[in-house]
């Protein structure tokens, strides 16, 4: 197992780590400040600093409950003390970009009831789907107004872990379908937003929402009957 030093503290940009597994398309380490891919976050990439080299960390993916840090270089024996270093500014605007698509959620279920079919991101571009029957040019206008305005309100982003009993009683998750997170994982990571918006999620944030700045919606579209797409992007 990995201790995952992202999931409590997202400005985490370096960690010393010890090399506990050796797989072929990379290392596993005892701990890490790199986020695996998972919930349409991409992985982490960066470096891993080894005796004087460099070597590039191309992605970041979870197996069998530890992180795999894929390398293209061959990689440092079992035991290896090594400094595992993040692409800073590639996981701050994914941390943008994720907490962007989190308040966007909570302003079309707030506003229209809508709730989420299914969602992506990239560093500052992502989409998301929604339970709409219609979706217009000019409702993406008033849904980017409103989530500017919310994002701009500067609510504190939180992260709690709630026992797995409490999160499946509570209201506020039932829109992100927290039952469907695998039963082995008790306690549940909550990522709260102000006033604003509560959501089971296991991603990477930015600490108050005024962090994130402008964002525009850049396309609406109809992915079928009940399944509308709105795709954002940041400045």
Known sequence: MTEELATRDAYARECAATVIAVAPDGVVLDRTVFYARGGGQPGDTGVLVWEGHTLPVIDTVKREGSVVHHLTDDPPPIGSTVTARIDWERRHRLMRTHTALHVLSAVVWGEFGAKVTGGNMEPGEARMDF??????????????????????????????????????????????KVNLIPASIDPIRVIQSGSIDKQADGGTHVANTREVGPVRVVGTESKGKANKRMRISLE
């Open 131 to 176: 339970e709409l029957e219609s979706i217009t040019v000019e409702f993406g206008r008033e849904v980017e107004a409103r989530l500017n305005a919310a994002l701009a309100a500067g609510h504190e982003v939180t992260v709690q872990f709630m026992p797995r009993a409490d999160a499946l009683a509570d209201p506020d998750l039932i829109r992100t």
